[in-house]
């Protein structure tokens, strides 16, 4: 087999990219922005939140009136925005609809594409595999002929309504 390790820095850059990928990249958070219609807003008090927000920003002209024309739209138009479970967003002109923590993420390795990826032969691959399920550098589960990889993260994707959205949406 080759060098054990230059094929595991091999399989921990893959799923290092594959994190980043969920954690960071605009598309991995726009999967979670139909949950808000699934229920979070709702559950989360949405409504209200958005009134106490656009009453800290505004005062108190016609707020009530403001917030629930716009309700819908928010739930369409939020943009997601990576974060951290620890901070919970600073700014001001930004109204947070809602947030969900990614968690874990599970990377699928299936045989033909990790021999692909560690550039190796079938036999040298299954040889990697079952040193690597024993090696505490990752957290492998053994899936068919392939493994599952699983990476915990504190990243939470945010939807958010900027105030200019707002203002642009009331000036219209």
Not at 56 to 78: F, H, M, P, Q
Request: proline residues 1%; glycine residues 8%; negative net charge.
């Amino acid at each position: 087999m080759k060098n054990y390790d230059e094929l595991a820095d091999k399989l921990e850059t893959e799923i290092d990219a594959r994190v980043e990928y969920e954690c960071e990249h605009e598309d991995a958070g726009e999967g979670y922005a139909h949950l808000f219609r699934e229920g979070d807003w709702t559950y989360y008090n949405g409504l209200e939140r958005f009134i106490e927000w656009l009453t800290e920003i505004r005062g108190k002209e016609a707020v009530i009136d403001i917030a629930t024309s716009l309700e819908d739209e928010i739930l369409d138009w939020c943009t997601m925005e990576s974060g951290h479970i620890f901070s919970g967003g600073t700014d001001k002109n930004k109204f947070v609809v809602g947030s969900f923590a990614v968690g874990e993420v599970e990377s699928q390795f299936d045989l033909p594409s990790l021999i692909e990826l560690l550039e190796c032969t079938e036999e040298e691959c299954k040889e990697f595999i079952a040193i690597a399920l024993e090696d505490n550098r990752f957290c492998l589960h053994k899936d068919g002929a392939g493994i599952l990889s699983y990476s915990s993260t504190d990243t939470v994707w945010r939807g958010v309504i900027d105030l200019d959205w707002v203002n642009d949406r009331l000036e219209s």
